[in-house]
Each structure stands twice: as C-alpha cells, then as structure tokens.
C-alpha cells in the first residue's frame, strides 16, 4: 500500500480536514497500535481517548471538531466505518480467487440445476439430486447441498456447510464453515413410556442478502417453514429452532439461542448469548442486552436486558438495589444490636 493523503481522501470521498496532501502512507491499523505510516479511523466516541494518544499519520473522522495529536491528519467523511472499509478491500490481502467451473472431486448428480462454466465447486462438496445452484454462486470444499434445495445466485457457501433437503437459499446468501441448514428441529413426545420423534418435515428459506456466521445451525420446520427475513446477519455459533420466523435486516449475535415457533420482527437486535423461549413475539425494532433470558413478549422498540428480561429501565434500577443489599444488611445488623440482638439466620 502506498497512498498519498489526497489520493486517501478521493479513495474516501472525503475532506481533508488538515495535513499534507503528499504525504504517503503505507498501511492501516487501530488507533492504538497505528504508526504515523498508518490510516487509522474513528467511528466510535467509546475510543476518544485512544484517538487523543494516537500516533496514526492520518484519521478518518466524522465531525470536524475532535481531540486528536497535531501530528495526525484528518480526513473528513461521511462514516468513518464505511470508509476505513473502503480501505481495507483496496489494500488488504484479498481473498482467495474463486476457480470457476466443478472440480474433478466434487460428486454434481445427473440432474441438478446448474450452469459449470458459472459456479465454483470446490473439492469434496456434493450437490444431490434435483437441487439447484444458481450463476455466481461458490461452493466450498466438503459442502453439501441436499435433495431438491435451492441455492440462488451469488451465493458464498463455505467449508463444510451442510443446506440439507428441500431448503431454499436466496440471492447472495453467505454461509460461513460449519453453517447447517435444515437439521432435524428437536420435536419429541413423551408417550408409551419413551421419547418418541415427531417428524421434521418442513423447511428453512432463507430470503436474499443474509449472511449467517460459522457453526450457527438452522433447523427445519416440523410442517411449514423456518425462515430467516430478507438482510438479516447472524453471528457465530448460533441456535434457531424449528419454525422460527425472523424478519428483515436483524442482527442475531454469537451464541443466541431462539426456541421453536418464537416470531421475531424486522430490524430486531439480539445482542451474544441471548435465549429466547417458545412461541413467542418479539416486535419490531426491539433490542436484547447481553446475556438476556427472554420468557414474555417483547413491544416493538423495547430494549430489554437481563433474566427473566425486563425492560432496561427497570432491570437497571433492579440491578442498582441488589447492589444496596449488602449495605442495607450492614445497617440492619447494626440497629438490631443497638436495640439488644440480632436474629441472624
């Protein structure tokens, strides 16, 4: 990477706030670790004080007025994060370069749907009968595409992802190593004695421009559909059960787990590690602090946190009294030996 300050800011599309407009930078980092040959960003008021001890030799930024060391140049743009993304897809280490066509290895059935000269599969990976792959689409090494599933076009289908039988992917769809789509949902009944399975028979569709993260699973519906809405990102490591819907443009972070016939809006945000129980609503707009136990309805745009979760305020203001207890217990000890005892169980 070698970019002088101007050729940054056109890169950027944006303002150089001050600084040299030769000066030539040769890489990109954080601001803590950034030298002054380094681009670095700041998108989050969070990391204030990191930009203030900088030693980066230019930084992207939103507003105008910001604490930064006189030796920094400042670029003026839109959104820092975009913009450093910009940067990094120029000058990183690029991905590796998909080779087009089907490799000797792979196992394509006789009749599955696809054009050779437009999809990449890798070594390994099984395409089943009566499936399709639509053009642009890459298929990873060792994947799996199960019996009359859909895979639409410019698709990115990693190591290992198994998309089992009947599951439809829409267009652009990312699946990260490891991803399983349309595993047996856990349906059992508790008769004669014994777990006896009730069949999986339903689907998974996932809409276009999802991205779901590595080893996060996806179980099919017991009749019907699992469906993942149209933009919606999950992270690693995540469990959806049988019959979920999720709407448009969610965020769904690692280890979250979401239990059967539970329904969740569009633009909801489930923050790591939360759990959501069966059959329940979770409205538009709602957001989960980490870690939260989810067992009621959620209003659409309420934050909850905590378990059982309520609403932030309130599991705050909860929080803050459990806090007090110690000292509360303190003063109570202290006025029952001022009256003549104490009843410490």
Avoid at 189 to 202: M, V
Avoid at 226 to 244: C, L, M, P, R
Avoid at 259 to 277: C, K, M, Q, W
Wanted: aromatic letters at 6%.
């Amino acid at each position: 990477m070698n970019l002088t300050l101007q050729e940054l800011a056109g890169l950027v599309d944006g303002r150089i706030l001050r600084g040299d407009s030769d000066q030539v930078f040769t890489g990109f980092a954080a601001l803590k670790s950034a030298s002054g040959s380094d681009v670095s960003f700041f998108g989050n008021e969070k990391y204030a004080g990191d930009l203030a001890a900088t030693r980066a030799g230019a930084v992207l930024v939103a507003k105008e007025t910001v604490t930064a060391p006189e030796a920094a140049a400042l670029v003026l743009v839109a959104n820092p994060v975009m913009a450093f993304d910009a940067v990094l897809r120029k000058f990183a280490v690029p991905k590796p370069a998909a080779a087009w066509g089907v490799h000797p290895s792979a196992v394509v059935a006789d009749d599955v749907s696809l054009d050779p000269e437009k999809v990449s599969i890798g070594p390994g990976a099984v395409i089943e009968s009566g499936a399709t792959v639509g053009d642009g689409t890459k298929i990873g090494p060792n994947a799996v595409i199960g019996i009359g599933a859909r895979v639409g076009a410019d698709c990115e289908i990693g190591p290992g992802v198994y998309v089992l039988y009947g599951c439809q992917l829409g267009d652009r769809v990312i699946l990260h190593p490891g991803v399983v789509v349309g595993a047996d949902g856990f349906g059992f009944e508790f008769a004669e004695g014994r777990h006896q399975k009730i069949e999986q028979l339903g689907i998974v569709r996932v809409e276009n421009d999802v991205e779901i993260g590595a080893s996060t699973t996806i179980d099919r519906a017991r009749f019907g559909e699992t469906v993942i809405g149209e933009g919606t990102k999950i992270d690693n490591q995540v469990q959806i059960a049988h019959n979920v819907v999720i709407g448009k443009h969610c965020i769904i972070v690692a280890q979250t787990g979401i239990s059967g016939s539970t329904r969740i809006g569009n633009y909801v945000t489930l923050a790591a590690r939360t759990g959501v129980a069966g059959h329940l609503e979770i409205g538009d707009g709602a957001i989960t602090g980490g870690r939260s136990g989810v067992i009621a309805d959620v209003k659409p745009g309420e934050k909850v946190f905590g378990y059982p979760a309520k609403p932030w305020k309130e599991s705050m203001r909860t929080n803050m009294f459990v806090k007090r207890l110690g000292g509360l217990y303190a003063r109570v000890k202290k006025l029952e030996e001022r009256l003549g005892g104490s009843d410490d169980a």
